[in-house]
């Protein structure tokens, strides 16, 4: 990667002043929602980070929003979801980074497509009310790019010059060619934080868009390969805040006029892994998945430290006493949760509705959906997340910079993102909060 130091009286200009134009310049509000994938909130007591003169700055010019906790699961798709929805998982319907596919028909896909979205999103309620919005691969928002004025979906397929054309094809016409020869960055999947960031400043000073999405997953993927706080982390934290610092100086000079705010976010913590349980081993031994006839009645979507049982309609009664026996035995210190526990409800209201059973990991073991292998690997080890919110390992963080930094408002869920930005882009955005039933 490659950064560029400030000069100085740039770097004085920028601290020196909020992101909204002083005295008597009200301009119209404007927002970057800015997502760190994996920005767990346990950086912020470390060392490393104490020690990093820029995020150190940078602290000092946000309201800082920590521990925020995210959703069930918390893994990426879902996270982001409930950011751009105000709602969990049970509502929104992206209940898992990939689709439910026991056969690998999707052949590696995600979740990228927003219309599996059950509910209604930032950039179909600013488009109601006359809002411009820009998309830098916001995951979930492979869609008809009419709904975003400015718009790079996530999508990936392939590497390199073919990859490159069909993001030509899903972009906004013209867009991606445009960034690429102002910039000379070609967007893909595989681009890295420092790309998108670059083509970020381009579409927010060229475009002037009211609501701007941006996606970096760098860090998320060194805490995979290398774990959470590892050098090669610390490091990259440290790339990513001189660009933030860069991109808010840049937002003072290219805005002077508009109230203009940041808000820094992420989508779940991290943590390593011991051990692997497979649930879906034992449903093939119970006879409710047959990998020869390709068929199932029962199947675990698995997340991490989650799952949620699926079912197909008219299915019979799962025997959730026979797998709760043979998972105890095979997999310590994960739960099943039937309707009888007083868990379940809230597993219902927050990850999936009606679901016959979830599976839940007290301790560090992960699960996954094969059902190729053995019930458990007791040498599997990685770093990962996807367990229950509550655990302090996925707790995350917001920052929020410019205009005053809205000292009125909280962020203590990743859904409050959807609060901040109705709220300040005046949005009337549709209430979230479920309807309480009548008594």
């Given at each position: ?14 601290f ?7 005295g ?5 509000h ?21 020690n990093?003169?820029?995020w150190?700055?940078l602290l ?10 995210t ?5 990426t798709?879902p996270a ?5 929805t105000?709602?969990d ?7 898992s ?11 590696d896909?995600?979740t ?19 809002k ?15 709904k ?5 979906p996530?999508?990936?397929r ?7 054309k069909?993001?030509?094809v899903?972009s906004?016409p ?16 595989h ?13 927010w ?5 009211d609501?701007?999405?941006l ?31 860069k ?6 000079k ?12 992420s989508?779940?913590g991290?943590?390593?892994y ?8 034992i ?16 199947y675990?979507e698995?997340?991490?430290g ?20 043979r ?24 990850y999936?509705?009606?679901a016959?059973?979830f599976?839940?990991s007290?301790?560090?073991?992960l ?5 190729r292998n053995?019930e ?15 655990r ?7 920052l929020?910079f410019?205009?005053?930094r809205?000292?009125?408002?909280k962020?203590?869920h ?10 300040w882009l ?11 039933k009548k008594?």
């Open positions: 990667m490659i950064f560029f130091r400030l000069p100085i009286p740039v770097l004085i200009a920028a020196c002043f909020p992101l909204s134009a002083a008597k310049y009200r301009g119209k404007r927002l970057i929602i800015w997502s760190i994938d994996g920005f767990a909130a346990g950086y912020f007591e470390k060392e490393e980070f104490k990093s003169a820029v150190q700055r000092k010019q946000a309201r800082v929003f920590k521990p925020v906790e959703t069930i699961p918390a893994v798709y982001h979801t409930a950011m751009v105000g709602v998982p049970a509502r929104h319907h992206i209940h980074n990939h689709p439910i596919d026991p056969w690998g028909a999707s052949k896909g995600w990228w497509f927003s219309e599996d979205v059950a509910t209604p999103t930032l950039w179909d309620t600013a488009a109601k009310r006359g411009s919005v820009a998309n830098l691969q916001w995951p979930v928002t492979m869609m008809s790019g009419s975003i004025r400015y718009h790079i996530q999508f990936d392939a590497k390199g010059p073919e990859e490159q069909l993001m030509r899903l906004t013209g867009l991606h060619r445009e960034i690429e020869k102002h910039t000379g960055v070609s967007l893909t999947e681009s890295g934080d420092d790309e998108r960031i670059k083509a970020a400043r381009y579409v000073q060229k475009k002037k868009p609501l701007m999405l996606y970096n997953p760098g860090l998320d993927s060194i805490e995979h390969a290398h774990g959470p706080y590892s050098a090669a982390a610390f490091m990259h934290l440290e790339l990513l805040g001189k660009e933030i610092e991109f808010l100086a840049e937002i003072r290219s805005s002077p006029h508009d109230q203009v705010r940041v808000l820094l976010v989508d779940h991290f943590m390593t011991k051990g692997k349980c497979y649930p879906n081993v449903l093939k031994s119970m006879g409710y998945i047959n990998p020869e006839r390709q068929q199932w009645t029962y675990f698995t997340a991490g989650v799952a949620r049982l699926i079912g197909k309609p008219g299915a019979a009664p799962f025997a959730a006493k026979t797998f709760a026996e998972l105890s035995a095979a997999c310590a210190g994960i739960d099943v949760i039937t309707e009888y526990d007083e868990e379940y409800e809230a597993l219902s209201r927050r999936a509705k009606a016959p059973a599976l839940v007290r301790g560090d073991v699960m996954s959906a094969s059902f053995g458990f690997e007791a040498k599997a080890a990685g770093h990962t997340h996807g367990f229950l919110p509550d302090s390992d996925m707790h995350t963080v917001a929020l410019g205009a005053e809205a000292k009125a408002m962020i203590t990743v859904k409050h993102t959807y609060n901040i930005a109705c709220s005046n949005l009337q955005c549709p209430e979230t909060r479920p309807k309480r008594r």
